[in-house]
Structure formats: structure tokens, C-alpha cells
């Protein structure tokens, strides 16, 4: 049986800190690798410092009762911390490296340079920038076909997503052994093309910004702005996904909605020119058996069922399942406390 494919984090940082928790947690080995060069003493002190987070994060999920606190020895036992003194063999003796130095172009360029000079061409290598494309990397890197973009969300021990964004010449094969690797780590890897924002920061970027202008109008309360978002917004889209809520309310309601809101808030919500041409083909979404999605040969009803038993899920999970009669016995207990 081959053993798991040893783990670097070049960088150790939050994001390195993260990647060496999951994937030590998962049986993975890994190499924490800070190749900056420091004094023994700064070395000494990161690695007690990067390490120490590890552990508490693990005490902190132990105690809420994700695993068995008796494990936590072993998978920190799993993560071998390397200065640069022993970034060299760390390298040369991962299978799969992800790069998380600063977000800084001469950064990249200085990490991926010492990378690349002692990693085998076998090895994948992934950045986890957030703000640097695919394209503008992979000229940093000897062997470009197995690198890649894995931008991780943070926590990133906590977080399932993982979006993946190779470039044009990124080998068929490099992207899926590590859509592979994180699927067995738990992770649910996305792919998406070089450009700006990947899809979740694209989307959030757009929500928190509309947030605040609301906070800026006097519109509603920081506080009743979250509330709205997490039994609301989030509540809804946790259990189903926003291009898929689209097609299962209508995209005629989306069509009209960003006409309305247009026309009162700004051109920001103008639509864009694939809603009106859905519009235009009468693909407005299940109930036209077409839309974002093909929906031709589908169960509608089972489909629908499915999205009212995610939804009830996530309302057992926040505990608002209220049962029948819950009114009734709310008043039977104002009545009780009256009569007292």
C-alpha cells in the first residue's frame, strides 16, 4: 500500500499553518517550511509560535467535540517544521507543495526560484494567492505544467472549498491528482479560470461592500444587516447554490428584480447580458425544463423535495424547527406565569 503524499507548505503563515493542520489531521506528512533566513533564535521562536497555534486550534476543535483529543499527539507529530537549513531535503522529499509567502510579486518570484531549484518535476506546485493570477506565476516556475492556483478560504482547516484555477498550459492530469488529494482530505475543489477574485472573493466582495453602503444610508443596523445575512441570505444559500437558486425561483424574477433595483439603487445591479438573452430564449430555469441548467428528464418534484429537505436541515442545525403548536404553548406558558 503507497503511503500519502508527503505535504509541503512553503511559507509559515496563517495560510501555511493551515494547509500543515489539514492535511497532517487527514495522515498526511508535512513540511512547515519557512525558507527565509533568520537567526537560530528567530527560528526557533517561529516554529514554537507556528506549531503552538497548531495545537491549540486542534485543542479548540477537540473540545467542541470534532475528534478525540487522545489524537492530537499523533497529528502534530505529522508536521516537521524547516528553516532554511532543512528547506532544501523538506522540498526534495514532498510530493505536493503549496506555496503561501506574502502577496508580494518578488516574493513569489524569490519563493517559487528556491522551490523549483530543489523540488523533483514530478511534484506539483500551487500558489494560494488570492490576488495574483495563475498567468502572472507560472512563468516563476521550470516545469509550468504541473503548477496551478489552489487559493484555500480561511480557516482553511475549517472551510471546505478549495478553488483551483490552472493556467493554459497546466497538464489535464497535475489538476485532477490534486482535485483528488483534497477530495480525500474532506475539501470540495471548484475550478475556475485566471481572473480576478476567483468566485467567492468575486461574490463576497460584492455582498460586504453592500452591506456597509446600507450601514453608510442609515438602511438597517450592523447588527439586523448580520442577522439578515446569517438566517437569510447565508441560511438560504447554504443549502442551495446561488446559480441554482436562480433557475429554481425563475430567471424572469432575477430579470425583473435587477430592472427595479436599477433603476432605483444604480447601475451596479444592471444585469448581465446572459440573463436578458435566457429571457429572450424562454430559458427561464425548471420550470421551462432549461436555464443555467438543463433540467430536461429531471424528477421536479423528488428535485424539489431534496431542496426543502436540505433547507429543514439547516434549520435543525440553527434549532428554529419549531413543532407543531409551538404558539399555543408559548401563550399556555405566559398564561401559567400570569396566574403565578
Avoid at 489531521?25 to 508535512?30: D, I, N, R
Avoid at 518570484?109 to 523540488?119: I, K, L, T
Avoid at 496551478?148 to 472551510?159: I, K, M, R
Avoid at 478549495?162 to 489538476?175: D, I, M
Amino acid at each position: 500500500m503507497n503511503n500519502p503524499p508527503v505535504i509541503a507548505a512553503l511559507g509559515a503563515g496563517r495560510m501555511g499553518r493551515g494547509i500543515a493542520h489539514v492535511f497532517a489531521y487527514a495522515g498526511h506528512e508535512v513540511r512547515l517550511i519557512d525558507a527565509k533566513p533568520r537567526s537560530t533564535a528567530e527560528r526557533v521562536r517561529l516554529e514554537r509560535e507556528a506549531l503552538g497555534e497548531i495545537d491549540s486550534t486542534l485543542a479548540m476543535l477537540a473540545a467542541l467535540g470534532a475528534f478525540d483529543d487522545a489524537e492530537r499527539p499523533r497529528i502534530l507529530r505529522r508536521i516537521h517544521f524547516a528553516g532554511r537549513d532543512e528547506a532544501v531535503s523538506a522540498l526534495a522529499d514532498s510530493d505536493v507543495v503549496f506555496e503561501g509567502v506574502p502577496e508580494v510579486m518578488d516574493a513569489k518570484r524569490e519563493a517559487f526560484a528556491f522551490a523549483c531549484e530543489h523540488v523533483r518535476d514530478d511534484a506539483i506546485l500551487a500558489s494560494t494567492t488570492s490576488t495574483l493570477l495563475v498567468t502572472q506565476l507560472a512563468g516563476l516556475v521550470t516545469c509550468p505544467e504541473r503548477f496551478l492556483n489552489a487559493h484555500w478560504l480561511n480557516p482553511a482547516y475549517l472551510v471546505p472549498l478549495v478553488e483551483l484555477s490552472p493556467h493554459p498550459g497546466t497538464n489535464a492530469a497535475v489538476l485532477y491528482r490534486l482535485k483528488a488529494l483534497l477530495e480525500t482530505i474532506g475539501k470540495v475543489p471548484v475550478v475556475c479560470a485566471p481572473a480576478p477574485g476567483f468566485i467567492v472573493p468575486r461574490l463576497q466582495a460584492l455582498v460586504m461592500a453592500e452591506a456597509a453602503r446600507m450601514i453608510e444610508e442609515g438602511v438597517a443596523s450592523a447588527a439586523d444587516i448580520d442577522k439578515a445575512t446569517r438566517y437569510g441570505f447565508g441560511f438560504r444559500f447554504a443549502s442551495i447554490g446561488v446559480v441554482e437558486f436562480i433557475d429554481y425561483g425563475g430567471n424572469d424574477i432575477l430579470y425583473y428584480a435587477c430592472r427595479y433595483l436599477a433603476r432605483e439603487l444604480g447601475e451596479r445591479y444592471t444585469a448581465p447580458a446572459i440573463v436578458d438573452r435566457l429571457m429572450q430564449e424562454g430559458r427561464i430555469g425548471l420550470k421551462t425544463q432549461s436555464g443555467f441548467y438543463d433540467y430536461a428528464g429531471v424528477d421536479v418534484a423528488a428535485y424539489r423535495k431534496d431542496v426543502i429537505s436540505r433547507s429543514l436541515a439547516m434549520l435543525e442545525h440553527h434549532g428554529l424547527l419549531v413543532p407543531p403548536g409551538a404558539a399555543l404553548s408559548a401563550q399556555a406558558g405566559k398564561g401559567s406565569e400570569h396566574l403565578r
